[in-house]
């Protein structure tokens, strides 16, 4: 389907993402800075101690008897204190490359999820959770894992490489240009192989992401599942996009780890061209054995690292691709930012009017057609009529989840995208049909909308919304924890607590959409009453398929495909004997 | 490391011959610098080109293979790993999807997608690197002590005293590890959390302009979360410098013992030297050994969660002929004095999941027949056990007392598909997937077109499904995002009629339905399914009227029983419901 696309839209070049990511750790610079002299520092030391070691042998190299033990001790102890001080380098440079690449990695997942608060709600409609889950466990994972490895191991090698070819090209400028030769060689080669690895492993990110959000899908479905006994099928659609995600996985890797070898091949090729010019420079009388063994000895001081890198060198570009796909969520548009000159709706008075609006969540389908309403400060407005009619659709855009593509809404007189979000929805409390309820105490809960709610206000609430003899039976009472998905808790108590939290959110306008669907009537009857003392004086939207609920409602709206068909109290549009008047009847069918 | 192996097993005589191969690999890596040494000391002095040429050609070639094995060994060791990985998910997937309800709100379900994906990863990731990097590094440690012994074992002695030490602490480190990482992957389950969390409540969160708070709340999961990574990476990192540090310190020993050596002939300094080189074989050795043992804990923690899933025993086995109840009562549904409550015993020391609520009673002595083809309502207060009866006839959970019998036969007795199958069932938790129309209401089964669109029909869908574009074609999002309330409980109920079942359970399932449309649907029940078994829950009195047989339920008891009629004269709260539904008209 079209709107279910993935998230990502425009490919973006490895090398937008690498400079971000250079941008992320630039927030560290002075740390990695700091990390880089130590780096110096340690293997400066390291270097230092065998050459000690070298010094200690030479003054024990007198033979039998001869041993000047003060020197071979005074040099022991220059070793020692090197590698002493070395390792203590080594400790802290891990230490505190862990924390800056951790910290990133929090620094992404932080910005990740304050990218999700500021899109519009469009976006969680159309997109999977267990895609955008995904971006966060397995890919920053991914990056975090490469920084905190391989960022140490690149500086590290940087350092002994420039050393190396230093001393390479100090000893000898023919044979250090020969050893360079397969410097552009491997270059190239690498480039290639980026350019080669790159869809891959873009490919494996994206597969993960695909399979778990299968998972999540099929998992938050799984009572379903069983109730049909569909595990076989739905295991089977599991085994396509579980092998999508091993296949896509040995298509990057097996390619990816190619590298490491291919490199060490052209290295070694490196050293046998050394051996054989140097042989032949011999030859000439150009060199002696003795230059070429020391030359070698650095050559390899120089090929170790190159190795080194060579091998992680598929983890940075499995990296690179992760972090593109963290990039493209980040580069999602926005919810529209508030108007410059946004007013902060205050003093509401619930004057809220729809004019002429349309709508529909795909362009060229339309849901409301030229739709118009009016609700005066403190009515209640019920809409009603057959499901599909556009009922939760008018909420969405009173609350501007959606913009209105053409026609106004209108809250005290202003046109709502003249105002700030926050204010508009502050202006607002709402039920809704599809309950939620998150991990946290009972409490926490119901005070959730309102900062600072004493215990007083909760239970006053929960009295309102008639659960709390349900909370004082549980062992902890308003301490007790509940979850989402957590059994045991029915759909209808769940309501019940949506409903005092929105009892507890005192707003001079409310919304409730199905708000007592799952609860049963006598218990409806009851919040009712409490509703009505809390809806008082409130401009108050009402949802319901019970039309008993709504029997009073200042205006009746019926709609039917988009279209207001019917307006009026409960009593005229009885005796109107229309739309109305067959979905009333219908109650005692 | 049991779990490992177990999935490693297959692959054995595959990792077999790659290990094999990867020694070879070593061996010419090796075998390279004596090559080039040769080359250099030996022949390059006699000045015969023709000889510089054959040497270094072997040395290319040497090269040449090199590259070959590793490539060939590393690209096995990936399909090993990524076959391995396949397997675990599949099998984690497999028992994810059969956990009973009170399995799954004990492991929660952020916790099982974190297991499936993360944990997984993790694995795949020892898997491969063990195999790349298992051969070289214990080759190198022990190939560096034999050579070293072989030239003066006084002072390798040494080393081989100070290997198995070294040994310990990596091993003991890393064992240490498990915990820690166990920890840093349930950090990582609470930032799932949340983030599920927020992302279907979404609505929510905006209405009430909390996003704020919730970026807080998640930056708390979050740091926490940096936080146990930290401190078990930094931890984890310590053996490297440690054993750096002692192998330093054996070389600084080796050196002093060395010199009094030589000053008593006993050996000669070009052997220390020797040492030198050949213990930066060992170190490489080790530090490889140490890097493979601290990605064994990661892989370990990992390990333990993904078979605390896959070990889970069924707690719902099914029983044999010989084990099953009886009851006297006939009939095509039975409860016989069924008692039961939410098991809360390991829900309580997880702390996971609904923890206080399970230790009330959920029903008590619930005791009632309904015959093939009748039809039973239950009408009752919210949190009265309503869905705990749906919940026990279809075996999700085990009533603590008495039992339940399904055609005649203890619902234990049969194959769990077996029983679920005779159902269409609609409940309250349930989804509308991400798939075509028909591909939601056949969901899997064998039923024709005919059955589909018939199934809509009696559903009251066919109207709005034909109204769609492409009709049975068109795609439902996740959730059935893009259908409202009541259109997604009609595609559940034509899913739920699709097959013809024996037995159709309605919970609460035409809430989102409007009145009008909730009796056409029950009419077109009546008069197009007429032998089926209906068991119909609702808050609706006229959804349930029509009953052959009515519960009405308070507090998990039966305070009223019979039908319709009956109810009104006896039951005075099934009395007061009717009158507040239907009496204000």
């Not at chain 1, 500086?155 to 420039?162: G, K």
């Not at chain 1, 795909?362 to 407005?381: N, R």
């Not at chain 1, 003899?469 to 029915?490: K, W």
């Not at chain 2, 984690?92 to 997608?113: H, K, V, W, Y």
């Amino acid at each position: 389907m079209a709107r279910r696309d993935t998230i990502m839209h425009k490919p973006k070049d490895a090398r937008g993402a690498f400079k971000r990511m250079l941008s992320y750790l630039g927030k560290y610079r002075l740390l990695l800075g700091l990390i880089f002299v130590l780096c110096v520092a340690s293997n400066v030391l390291s270097l230092l101690g065998p050459s000690f070691a070298g010094s200690a042998i030479n003054a024990a190299a007198a033979g039998e008897g001869k041993v000047d033990f003060a020197q071979v001790g005074y040099f022991a102890l220059r070793m020692l204190l090197c590698y002493v001080l070395s390792s203590c380098l080594t400790v802290s440079i891990n230490m505190t490359m862990t924390k800056v690449s951790k910290r990133v990695a929090r620094g992404m997942r932080q910005d990740v999820f304050d990218k999700l608060m500021r899109l519009p709600v469009g976006f969680f409609d159309r997109n999977q959770a267990g895609d955008i889950i995904s971006r966060v466990s397995y890919d920053i994972d991914v990056i975090s894992t490469c920084l905190s490895t391989d960022i140490i191991a690149i500086l590290t090698s940087t350092v002994t490489v420039i050393g190396a070819v230093g001393m390479m090209l100090y000893i000898s400028l023919p044979l250090a240009l020969t050893a360079l030769i397969t410097v552009p060689a491997a270059v190239v080669y690498t480039t290639k192989m980026r350019k080669a690895t790159q869809p891959r492993y873009k490919k494996r990110s994206v597969n993960y992401g695909k399979m778990n959000g299968f998972v999540e899908e099929m998992l938050t479905g799984q009572k379903t599942i069983l109730t049909y006994a569909y595990e076989n099928g739905v295991e089977e659609r599991f085994e396509g996009v579980n092998r999508d995600a091993a296949d896509g996985y040995f298509r990057a890797d097996s390619l990816g780890i190619t590298i490491g070898p291919t490199i060490g091949m052209i290295n070694q090729m490196g050293l046998a061209l050394i051996a054989f010019a140097g042989s032949l420079l011999y030859m000439g009388g150009g060199i002696t054995i003795g230059q070429i063994s020391s030359f070698i000895l650095y050559s390899r001081k120089f090929s170790g690292p190159i190795n080194e890198i060579a091998n992680i060198i598929n983890e940075l570009y499995s990296a690179l691709s992760a972090a593109e796909r963290v990039f493209s969520l980040l580069d999602e548009t926005e919810e529209l930012a508030d108007d410059e000159n946004a007013k902060t709706l205050e003093n509401v008075q619930g004057d809220v009017e729809m004019r002429d609006v349309s709508f529909g969540y795909d362009s060229g389908k339309t849901i409301l057609h030229d739709l118009s309403l009016h609700a005066s400060p403190g009515k209640m407005v019920a809409i009603v009529g057959p499901t599909g009619a556009g009922k939760t659709t008018i909420i969405n855009l009173l609350m501007r989840f959606y913009d209105v593509q053409a026609g106004a809404v209108l809250a005290d007189g202003s046109d709502i995208r003249s105002l700030t979000r926050k204010s508009l929805r502050g202006a607002y409390s709402m039920v809704l049909q599809d309950t939620w309820v998150f991990r946290g105490t009972i409490f926490d809960n119901i005070a959730y909308g309102k900062d600072n709610a004493s215990m007083d206000e909760v239970v006053r609430a929960a009295k309102a919304a008639h659960i709390h003899p349900f909370v004082m039976r549980l062992p902890a009472g308003y301490d007790t924890e509940i979850s989402e998905d957590g059994g045991n808790i029915s759909k209808g108590q769940k309501q019940l607590l949506t409903i005092a939290r929105a009892m507890l959110y005192d707003t001079s306008m409310l919304i409730l959409d199905e708000a007592t669907s799952n609860v049963d009537t006598s218990t409806e009857r009851e919040i009712q009453r409490a509703m009505r003392d809390l809806m008082h004086g409130k401009t108050c939207f009402v949802i319901a398929h019970r039309l008993s609920t709504i029997q009073n409602a200042d205006l009746i709206l019926v709609l039917d495909h988009g279209d207001v068909v019917e307006q009026g109290t409960h009593r005229e549009l009885l005796e109107r004997k229309g739309f109305y008047y067959r979905l009333y009847r219908a109650q005692f069918e | 490391m049991h779990f490992l192996l177990r999935y490693l097993k297959p692959y054995r005589w595959v990792i077999l011959v790659s290990m094999l191969i990867k020694l070879c690999a070593t061996l010419a890596e090796l075998l390279a610098p004596y090559v080039l040494e040769y080359l250099i000391d030996t022949v390059a002095p006699t000045g015969e080109v023709g000889r510089v040429f054959f040497w270094g050609s072997a040395m290319i070639l040497l090269a040449a293979c090199q590259w070959g094995l590793n490539v060939y060994a590393n690209r096995r060791s990936v399909r090993v790993a990524s076959e391995c990985a396949y397997r675990i998910r599949r099998d984690l997937f497999r028992a994810s999807l059969n956990l009973s309800g009170e399995q799954m709100d004990r492991f929660g379900l952020p916790s099982i997608i974190s297991r499936m994906t993360s944990d997984t990863y993790n694995l795949q990731g020892f898997i491969q690197s063990s195999q790349t990097m298992g051969i070289r590094a214990p080759f190198m440690l022990f190939g560096g002590i034999l050579v070293t012994l072989s030239m003066d074992r006084a002072l390798a002695l040494i080393l081989c005293v100070m290997a198995p030490v070294m040994i310990v602490l990596v091993v003991f480190i890393s064992w240490k590890g498990i915990p820690l990482y166990d920890r840093v992957q349930r950090g990582m389950d609470d930032i799932v959390r949340v983030m599920r969390e927020n992302i279907t409540g979404i609505r929510v969160v905006k209405a009430l302009s909390r996003e704020k708070h919730e970026k807080e709340r998640y930056a708390d999961v979050n740091n926490e979360a940096a936080k146990r990574d930290i401190r078990a990476s930094i931890i984890m990192a310590l053996p490297g410098p440690l054993v750096t540090l002692m192998l330093n310190v054996g070389l600084t020993l080796i050196v002093l013992l060395g010199a009094h050596r030589v000053n008593d002939g006993l050996t000669k300094p070009g052997v220390i030297l020797a040492f030198l080189t050949y213990f930066n074989m060992i170190l490489m050795g080790v530090m490889g050994l140490n890097r493979i043992f601290m990605m064994l804990s990661k892989a370990n923690a990992s390990a333990k969660r993904i078979s605390a899933v896959i070990d889970e025993r069924d707690d719902l086995a099914r029983i044999g002929e010989d084990e099953a109840a009886h009851t006297d009562q006939t009939g095509f549904l039975v409860f016989d004095h069924v008692s039961f409550s939410y098991q809360a015993d390991e829900t309580e020391k997880s702390g996971a999941g609904f923890a206080g609520a399970s230790r009330q009673k959920a029903l008590t002595d619930i005791h009632f027949s309904v015959p093939k083809g009748a039809s039973l309502g239950i009408i009752g207060a919210t949190g009265s056990g309503k869905s705990t009866i749906v919940n026990l006839l279809m075996r999700f959970y085990d009533p603590q007392d008495g039992h339940v019998f399904v055609d005649g036969r203890d619902v234990r007795t049969y194959d769990k598909d077996e029983l679920h199958r005779r159902f269409g069932v609609v409940l309250q938790t349930d989804t509308i997937f991400s798939d075509t129309v028909r591909g939601n209401i056949a969901f899997g089964r064998d039923v024709t077109e005919d059955d589909i669109q018939n199934a809509a029909k009696d559903a009251m869908a066919k109207d709005f499904i034909e109204a769609l574009d492409d009709g049975y074609d068109h795609k439902a999002a996740i959730q059935g995002s893009n259908f409202s309330g009541g259109q997604r409980q009609r595609l559940m109920i034509a899913r739920a009629l699709a097959a013809n079942p024996e037995i159709l359970i309605l919970d609460d399932a035409s809430s989102a339905l409007d009145y009008r449309t909730d009796a056409n649907l029950r009419r077109a029940i009546d008069e197009n399914h007429g032998g089926t078994t209906l068991v119909v829950i609702a808050q609706r009195v006229s959804s349930i009227m029509g009953c052959s047989e009515i519960l009405v339920l308070d507090e998990g008891r039966v305070i009223g029983q019979g039908t319709h009629e009956s109810l009104l004269k006896t039951c005075p709260v099934y009395r007061d419901i009717y009158t507040v539904q239907m009496g204000e008209a």
